[in-house]
């Protein structure tokens, strides 16, 4: 009876210290400061304030967290959890998988070659010029940002896309298996050579363009086929809809001026100001004063911020994970 005793009490500390230790484990954070290779962290990963982390080849098992003013650069990584952006942070993703969801209210966010289990959610921000932009890469989740410029080329979405108070939203060579939703946007909205498989709602932006033509932004040769219904209601500085094949519904109301262009294929009802709509004129009053090519403007600021992020990283020395 003794020996059963004693064999039960060592069993019993053996499991509350195999407990202790996953526990341990699991609320495991490493800070990281500088750059570092083909490792595995296995709990939670942190890049302290106004600090710079480059990854390559690493696995992050936890949460990531980019913390105010400071930036993550990866390349060949996987996350398989979550990554939160900060005020003023930067996270530059290339070649790599993340499991969860990411979510920012910082300076911006780049997915290039990427896969993205989860959503990718832009919230306010203090940031004037901040920016999510999504090149070739698949998201699993929706696209939901509520500030700054929102560019999705050459990759796939399988969620809705949301586009709310933003400065704009572009789609381009792009697949999106859901909705589109854009409103408020201050500096408009464009469609080009772009698949919806749902409904588009597009209301109160300074500007829509949905194929070819040059109001926005050029897009020649730029059918988009859209599976839905569209609406587009209540913009302002311009609505050219051209080329494009509508398997539900075009309806337009409230815009001002009224929308214009020619070539479109609608199987539903064309209704409201498209019922009527003329073509484009040659000569257009542009939204901006001066027409600048968006896409490329977005990822001079990338390569901005990633040159001083690679640096600053590079100067602090391995990060020693």
Same mark, same amino acid.
């Given at each position: ?98 499991? /969860?969801?990411?979510?920012? !209210?910082?300076?911006? =966010?780049?997915? +290039?070659? &990427?896969? *993205?289990? #989860?959503? $990718? @959610? %832009? ?17 699993? /989740?929706?696209?939901?940002? !509520?500030?700054?410029? =929102?560019?999705? +080329?050459? &990759?796939? *979405?399988? #969620?809705? $896309? @949301? %586009? ?26 464009? =469609? ?11 209301? %109160? ?26 609406? =587009? ?89």
């Amino acid at each position: 009876m003794k020996i059963r005793s004693v064999v039960a009490t060592l069993l019993a500390t053996g499991v509350a210290l195999a407990a202790t230790t996953v526990s341990a484990n699991a609320n495991l954070v490493t800070r990281c400061i500088g750059t570092a290779g083909a490792v595995t962290v296995p709990g939670d990963l942190v890049v302290p304030a106004g600090q710079s982390c480059t990854l390559t080849g690493t696995v992050v098992e936890g949460k990531v967290r980019v913390q105010p003013g400071a930036d993550l650069v990866v390349l060949d990584v996987t996350l398989n959890d979550t990554v939160v952006v900060a005020a003023d942070a930067y996270f530059d993703a290339t070649t790599t998988t993340i499991g /969860g969801t990411v979510t920012t !209210r910082g300076f911006g =966010v780049y997915f +290039d070659r &990427s896969l *993205v289990g #989860g959503d $990718v @959610r %832009g919230r306010a921000t203090s940031e004037a010029s901040s920016f999510t932009y999504v090149y070739n890469s698949e998201v699993g /989740g929706q696209v939901d940002v !509520r500030a700054g410029d =929102v560019l999705i +080329d050459s &990759s796939q *979405v399988a #969620g809705q $896309v @949301r %586009g709310l108070g933003t400065t704009f939203v572009d789609v381009i060579n792009s697949t999106l298996f859901d909705t589109l939703t854009v409103k408020d946007n201050t500096e408009g909205t464009s =469609v080009c050579a772009s698949e919806v498989d749902g409904d588009t709602r597009l209301t %109160g932006n300074t500007g829509v363009q949905l194929g070819e033509g040059d109001l926005l932004g050029s897009c020649a040769d730029g059918t988009n086929y859209f599976g839905g219904s569209v609406h =587009v209601s209540d913009n302002v500085a311009g609505v050219t809809v051209n080329g494009n094949i509508v398997r539900g519904d075009l309806i337009g109301t409230g815009n001002d001026p009224a929308p214009t262009g020619a070539g479109n294929r609608v199987r539903g009802t064309v209704g409201g100001q498209f019922a009527d709509m003329g073509a484009a004129p040659q000569s257009r009053v542009r939204v901006m004063a001066v027409q600048v090519d968006r896409s490329a403007e977005t990822q001079d600021g990338v390569e901005q911020r990633r040159s001083a992020a690679v640096a600053a990283a590079n100067a602090a020395g391995p990060a020693r994970l």
